[in-house]
Nanobody, 117 residues
């Protein structure tokens, strides 16, 4: 089992910035990817960004160039720096942990990000 604790959501004006954090704990023995997904009302959950334990990253098309994902393996923590935020970035953001060894994916409880003036 892996537990995920998210922090950093909130209300921000368009053009502003936020940083999300997600700390993983538990049975972290294998290679893995940590990342963020988001879900806006009435829409499907979509990939925001992901990063493997060796630093390979990938981003959703809508956030490329504005968001940056990073991780601290010593702390089993992933960060998402979000710049130039737009109203369409408003969503619940979920942390995700994928264990390559077991194939199991874990989800955080979600944190609300609202971009509004």
């Amino acid at each position: 089992q892996v537990q995920l604790v998210e922090s950093g959501g909130g209300l921000v004006q368009p053009g502003g910035s936020l940083r999300l954090s997600c700390a993983a704990s538990g049975n972290i023995f294998n290679g893995n990817t940590m990342g963020w997904y988001r879900q806006a009302p009435g829409k499907e959950r979509e990939l925001v960004a992901g990063i493997s334990n060796v630093g390979v990253t990938n981003y959703g098309d809508s956030v490329q160039g504005r968001f940056t994902i990073s991780r601290d393996n010593a702390k089993n923590t992933v960060y998402l720096r979000m710049n130039s935020l737009k109203p369409e970035d408003t969503a619940v953001y979920y942390c995700n942990f994928k264990d390559y060894g077991t194939g199991v994916a874990y989800w955080g409880q979600g944190t609300q990000v609202t971009v509004s003036s």
